[in-house]
């Protein structure tokens, strides 16, 4: 097993920890706070970084959201009924504009949480010959 397959094995336990305690149903902001608390807990360490809303000829376009950053991954949180594909749009282009090799969206706000993963495409990968 990889680095990255152990560290995204223990985002997940901790991902399903706090789906567990919590299900369905509460506001984004709940789940980010519950799954902060589940890695220090769990001795998972992060970063994160809040984006601002765009403004595009003095109107805001977007809403603010949190990014997590564990390695090499970059992680995104959602509570919503179901993933659609603008979303997953979204999530692609932020991830396009990091250096992080993957990207992991999870959702909370549905019955079964749901996770979604995205490769990097902007990483050039140099192989040898």
Do not use: W
């Not at 097993?1 to 991902?15: Q, V």
């Not at 399903?16 to 902060?36: D, K, M, N, S």
């Not at 807990?41 to 403004?55: A, C």
């Not at 992080?100 to 902007?122: C, H, P, V």
Request: aromatic share 6%; charged share 30%.
């Amino acid at each position: 097993m990889t680095d990255t397959e152990k560290l995204i094995e223990k985002i997940t336990t901790c991902a399903t920890r706090v789906h567990e305690e919590l299900g369905p149903g509460f506001p984004e902001r709940i789940y980010q706070e519950a799954l902060v608390k589940e890695f220090q807990r769990s001795k998972v360490e992060f970063k994160t970084k809040e984006t601002k809303v765009k403004m595009l000829d003095g109107v805001p376009h977007g809403a603010p959201r949190t990014e997590y950053y564990l390695g090499n991954i970059m992680l995104e949180l959602k509570a919503l009924p179901r993933l659609e594909v603008p979303h997953m749009v979204l999530f692609s282009n932020a991830l396009y504009k990091t250096e992080q090799e993957l990207g992991l969206m999870i959702n909370f706000g549905t019955q079964q949480m749901q996770i979604r993963t995205r490769q990097n495409t902007s990483i050039s990968v140099d192989e040898e010959v």
